[in-house]
């Protein structure tokens, strides 16, 4: 994109990732901390990530396709890599060329993989996924103690791993029923490293009757400057900064009906700016304004600027009428994400998680890496 031409500019602050996984990690020096980065690292740009990642002293990386480990493995030749949605049929040969570790979540994945391993000689190395609770991936608890009690999985894994369904809201009695349930299944294999936590479950510790932690925890979206937990004690660094560009300001009297539907009218007389960004570029419709609901707002320096009436596919138009006179020009920027709001704060207005911002950013900004 030439910068010149760009509606809209994506700034991405490597440092701040490699900072939020320095304070992730420290919540627990005797747990690994790996870093999930599947979804082109949540929007963000997968082979950049785990580049940083590596430098701060990530070893250990969670993706979900094959594809996206190749990719990792390219950034990242020493680290171990894993594949969070298992073994598709006949590709055992393609995980082993790519030396990435499948994550078997069903008996008919770990029976294939097992006798893969036994054919070719060919490194076992995969992770065994185990269901407490998220109903979703992953052994039964039934099939877990079935399959260890027979003798295992025919092969020794290198991880037994499950997938947290509530620690995001830490009042949830499901998180120490898990907790509870995955300690008891580890124990069925304690040699193995075993992992439960993911963002949620790291930022949270513990429950009241034990640690979360284990043998490596899998932070994923808080790495990426968003918190799960609302509210939560930890402060994390904005990965992500987006900026608009103003390409019209224009002067509107009270009761002027702006955008699709007319469903927000001015209140007053109205300086507005149109943006030249949209849904398009990863700007939700639901973040928009109406008479009955206030939308979300954009910066210019420290002066909150609320979206008016509905979000286009390409546009947007803010209330800067607070804004000093002369202090916006068309073609300057406007911050839409960054250091005034967070990607948990556009969430909110958009009615949605942060997961769903990072991994929509648009293809049209101009991309930097800081």
Partial sequence: MTAGCAGGRLTIDLRALQDNWRALAALAPHS?????????AYGIGLPQAVSALTRAGARTFF???????TAARAAAPDAVIYVLNGLPPGTASDYAAARARPVLGSAEEIAEWADFAAETGADASAAIHLDTGMTRLGLSPAEARAMFASGGPGFRPSLLMSHLACADEPDRAETERQRALFAELRALAPDVPASLANSAGTLLGRTESGDLAFDLRRPGVSLYGSNPIHGGSVRLKPVVRIEARVIQLRQVPAGTAVGYG???????????????VGYADGIFR???GADDARG???YVG???????GRISMDLIAIDVTDVPEG??????WVEMLGDHVGVDDLARASGTIGYEV?????????????
């Fill in 286 to 288: 639901a973040a928009g």
């Fill in 296 to 298: 979300a707002s954009a």
């Fill in 358 to 370: 990072l991994t929509a950013l648009g293809r049209r900004h101009e991309r930097r890496y800081a």
């Fill in 63 to 69: 993706v979900a396709h094959l594809h996206e480990a």
């Fill in 327 to 332: 202090a916006l020009k068309r073609g300057d």
């Fill in 262 to 276: 007319g469903v927000e009218t001015t209140r007053r007389p109205t300086t507005l700016a149109i943006l030249s």
């Fill in 32 to 40: 690994e901390c790996a870093a999930v980065v599947k979804a082109d």
């Fill in 302 to 308: 420290e002066i909150p600027c609320p979206y008016v």
